[in-house]
């Protein structure tokens, strides 16, 4: 673990089954940040949590944020947390309608 580079720490409920969703946004997480992000950790838990923090600050938590954050939502958080300057590409891009 490279400890100069930020680390990740996804809290999931295990009485709740979140393990999946944890390590698929950790997957995520992982792919998008693979290069600026020291660990991503997945830290079991009970009693309905859910929770994301950065070098132990919360980023996210279940029930102030209103459930789960989606994978753009995550990883612009990220990415505003560890390098604002970056640009995602498409998921920074605003949604176009459908044309007609």
């Given amino acids: 673990m490279d400890s100069a580079k930020p680390s990740v720490a996804i809290t999931y409920c295990t ?3 979140w393990l999946l969703r944890s390590a698929w946004m950790a ?9 600026e992000l020291g660990a991503v950790t997945l830290v ?17 938590e279940r029930k102030r944020d209103g459930g789960f954050p989606d ?3 995550l990883k612009q958080l990220i990415r ?3 390098d604002p300057q970056r640009d995602l590409g498409h998921i920074d ?5 459908p044309s007609i």
């Fill in 27 to 35: 997957q995520e997480l992982l792919s998008t940040f693979s290069l």
């Fill in 15 to 17: 009485q709740c089954n």
């Fill in 71 to 73: 994978v753009k939502a």
């Fill in 93 to 97: 891009r605003p949604k176009l309608p």
């Fill in 44 to 60: 079991p838990g009970t009693g309905g949590i859910f929770e994301i923090t950065i070098d132990g600050h919360l980023v996210w």
């Fill in 80 to 82: 505003d947390v560890i």
